[in-house]
Nanobody, 126 residues
């Protein structure tokens, strides 16, 4: 059974940094597009960033561009989200997701991703 497990969330002050990890198990996701989404209370799940199977192409939501960096290590079957200059509006549950299309890194609709992790909470205090 394919699984995605996020870690690295927590409480941080505005301006701080966090690094989220998404570890895949059960089957390699090295040929999948991987994405990060987030969902704040009372809001819809929204796209944050995605990366192609090789790591050669990335795509970001405008709200995080220049502050967040997505990367992957296929040897470790892990995807990362480095978050810098965090703002209170970044507070949300962050989810890792996988899309079987290896080049779907511009796909921002949650419904297009087939596999999801359980999420990790990120809270940014002002």
């Amino acid at each position: 059974q394919r699984q995605l497990v996020e870690s690295g969330g927590g409480l941080v002050q505005a301006g701080g940094s966090l690094r989220l990890s998404c570890a895949a198990s059960g089957r390699t996701f090295s040929s999948y597009t991987m994405g990060w989404f987030r969902q704040a209370p009372g809001k819809e799940r929204e796209f944050v960033a995605a990366i192609s199977w090789s790591g050669g192409s990335t795509y970001y939501a405008d709200s995080v561009k220049g502050r967040f960096t997505i990367s992957r290590d296929n040897a470790k079957n892990t995807v990362y989200l480095q978050m810098n200059s965090l703002k209170p509006e970044d507070t949300a549950v962050y989810y890792c997701a996988a899309d079987q299309n290896p080049l779907a890194y511009r796909r921002t609709e949650p419904g297009k991703y087939a596999y999801w992790g359980q999420g990790t909470q990120v809270t940014v205090s002002s």
